[in-house]
């Protein structure tokens, strides 16, 4: 078997995290339940991206320590995320639910329109010049948070075996399809960013991985759907996966980006975690994913991002590397067992190894950023929530990465 030391031990590390590892990352997320008044009455503070790992933490710590308060924790905090992302911006003079419905539909269908960003400031009116700088402060909708919290949705399902979850991402992949795509001279295309209602566009421009978040994110929950043993209402998403499906095809997804970079590594972890339940049939993306977090990675570290100290380095951008990069063993576990009948298997396991080249930079950046001096930086404090949570993903990544393979009972 080809797989070097540098694997085997992130194998290790990712299948049974360490004590101290499981520790560290439940003492992060307490801090962050505390911080963000999840576990108490108070107004809670909430913002979509970090919740989504956040979901997905709480549900890896429940497995890793038997406590079924992780798992209370996860369906509190998704609970709460719907109704606060769920309604419009304490500023905004709109109210109720951004989908429309009453507050009884709106109980039943929270995401029917979509989630908002969680930004502090509210969206820009129509009569407000576009900034850019003060629009990173702006609320409104980002596709690219819509399919993270349809994966955390999907994974609540899959860990806990209520099918209305799957139904919620569901419905959430659906309207976002719908807001987000659009047909232009060039082809199809998406919006970046949109108003909290989705009836406007805030930012036009396409995110680069976008149609790919799309593509993955529906086929996984169609895929979910599809095994459950009594077919639940919603949408069924064929038509949302076809559109997304043409967007991706023959399109590079290469990127130097750390964040991006992991989030390739996740899709690819995804992929081939779905492929033996009958996903992405005669495919070639896991090949190109793989092939393409090869080449960026490349890129990455030519520029030798590492050697900065941490005022000049941006932690949860890095940490989402590492927690891409400890998907690695998942995808040659998946590719060496499970799917001995692809016909590029022998490229994959080749890409698989140039990966493992870079796997030990995974442990480097998680390392750097547990030292208690490092974290005195501000570009540490200005990101707490965001930074500790996708620490905690990285010490114990299995509520993110890992897609149970059987339904929970």
């Not at 790992?53 to 209370?72: I, K, P």
């Not at 996984?220 to 095809?249: H, I, N």
């Not at 989030?263 to 081939?272: E, F, I, N, P, Q």
């Not at 030990?360 to 001096?373: D, Y």
């Amino acid at each position: 078997m080809y797989v070097g030391r540098a694997i085997q031990a992130v194998t290790e590390s990712t299948t049974i995290p360490s004590p101290e590892a499981v520790d560290e990352a439940g003492d992060l997320m307490m801090r962050f339940a505390e911080r963000t008044v999840l576990a108490s009455d108070l107004p809670p503070q909430r913002y979509l991206w970090t919740d989504a790992f956040a979901v997905c933490n709480f549900l890896g710590l429940a497995q890793a320590t038997g406590e079924e308060r992780y798992t209370e924790l996860a369906l509190r905090l998704v609970d709460q995320v719907h109704h606060v992302l769920g309604s419009y911006h304490v500023d905004d003079p709109r109210t109720g639910w951004i989908s429309g419905l009453s507050a009884q539909e709106g109980e039943v269908h929270p995401t029917r329109g979509g989630l908002r960003i969680g930004k502090a400031l509210p969206e820009r009116s129509v009569s407000q010049p576009f900034d850019e700088q003060l629009e990173w402060r702006r609320d409104g909708q980002y596709f690219h948070y819509l399919t993270k919290w349809m994966h955390a949705l999907n994974q609540v399902y899959r860990w806990t075996g209520q099918s209305k979850f799957n139904t919620w991402a569901r419905e959430l992949a659906a309207v976002a399809h719908e807001a987000f795509t659009y047909a232009d001279r060039s082809g199809r295309r998406m919006v970046w960013k949109m108003s909290t209602d989705l009836s406007r566009p805030l930012v036009s421009s396409m995110g680069h991985h976008d149609p790919l978040d799309g593509f993955i994110t529906c086929t996984q929950l169609q895929a979910t759907k599809s095994a459950q043993p009594s077919t639940p209402r919603g949408p069924s998403l064929e038509d949302e996966v076809a559109d997304f499906a043409a967007m991706v095809a023959g399109q590079d997804w290469a990127t130097a980006d750390p964040l991006g970079l992991g989030g390739l590594l996740a899709d690819a972890s995804r992929v081939a975690q779905l492929m033996p339940l009958g996903a992405f049939v005669g495919s070639d993306l896991l090949d190109t994913l793989l092939a393409a977090a090869v080449r960026g990675l490349a890129g990455y570290a030519q520029r030798n991002d590492l050697s900065y100290p941490a005022s000049r380095r941006l932690a949860f951008r890095e940490l989402g590397l590492a927690i891409g990069l400890s998907a690695v063993p998942l995808i040659e576990n998946e590719v060496r067992m499970r799917h001995r009948h692809l016909s590029r298997r022998a490229e994959m396991h080749e890409q698989i190894k140039a990966l493992a080249a870079y796997v030990a930079l995974g442990p480097e950046i998680e390392s750097f950023w547990r030292h208690p001096q490092h974290r005195e930086a501000r570009t540490w404090s200005e990101h707490r929530d965001i930074n500790e949570v996708m620490l905690a993903t990285s010490l114990v990544p299995a509520g993110f990465l890992r897609i149970p393979s059987e339904e929970p009972t």
